[in-house]
């Protein structure tokens, strides 16, 4: 289990490390703050239920805004 | 194999914007979609899509069952133990209905992907995973991968495309 974990893991930090080299921070900038907040944690979170409800945005607009700041990456 | 699925909001999203999106349905008899998704799809595109399959009997209503969301609960508090990110309740439904009835999950919600290694029973394929059974099956190239990837904008970690030979 602990193998799997520590993989589970390395993956999930993978993944941030490829959504803030993708991110497109002159997009992310011109967000409100609710929702440039709420960029900012799926980006190193990648928690899309948390990150959506904290924008205020419904889910279908909220991943459009994630692939517009080219971080839809999961 | 299960040729019943069941989707979550996050994978139907993304798969009406890919141009093979009916291909979908030479893996999957029914796809499955639990009451609470219908409330979630907003864009004509997506609605489209959705109410064409429902009506064509490819895709069907799953309702909201006592005993699957007491499972659902479940599901959520366990996937709080570990240190990776928690299921919410729409993709917990999913799991458990896929769990008890043999399904797989179709969603692109990092938590539930995770949890099929952790604690639950049911598989979860992402759009790569339908994308790679395509490819198994001769009716894509794997190549179709990054096609994908250009028509939704949605990503793949290099390192699961590596995974596949790509």
Redesign the interface.
């Known amino acids: 289990m602990s193998d799997i974990l520590r993989e589970l893991e390395e993956r999930e930090k993978e993944v941030a490390e490829m959504r803030r080299q993708n991110a497109d921070w002159n997009y992310i900038n011109t967000l409100p703050p609710r929702v440039r907040a709420a960029v900012i944690l799926f980006i190193e979170k990648g928690d899309l239920r948390l990150s959506q409800k904290l924008s205020g945005l419904d889910l279908e607009d909220f991943i459009e805004t994630l692939r517009k700041a080219r971080v839809w990456i999961t | 194999m299960s040729t019943n699925a069941i989707a979550d909001?996050?994978f139907l999203?993304?798969w009406a914007k890919y141009s093979k999106r009916d291909l979908l349905f030479k893996i999957f008899d029914t796809v499955w979609l639990p009451e609470a998704v219908l409330n979630?799809?907003?864009?004509e595109n997506?609605v489209t899509w959705v109410v064409e399959n429902l009506s064509r009997g490819r895709m069907a209503l799953f309702p909201e069952l006592t005993y699957y969301r007491e499972e659902a609960l479940r599901l959520m508090e366990l996937s709080s133990k570990?240190?990776?990110?928690?299921l919410?309740y729409?993709?917990a439904y999913c799991i458990a209905v896929a769990s008890d009835r043999g399904y797989i999950v179709l969603s692109?919600?990092?938590?539930a992907?995770?949890a099929q290694?952790?604690y639950a029973r049911a598989k979860v394929w992402?759009a790569l995973e339908v994308l790679l059974e395509l490819a198994i099956r001769n009716l894509i190239s794997k190549e179709e991968v990054y096609k994908y990837e250009e028509e939704?904008?949605?990503?793949?970690?290099?390192?699961d495309l590596e995974r596949i030979g790509l």
């Open positions: 909001t996050s999203i993304d979630e799809l907003k864009s997506t570990y240190p990776v990110r928690r919410d729409p993709e692109e919600n990092g938590a992907y995770t290694f952790l992402r939704t904008l949605h990503s793949f970690p290099r390192k």
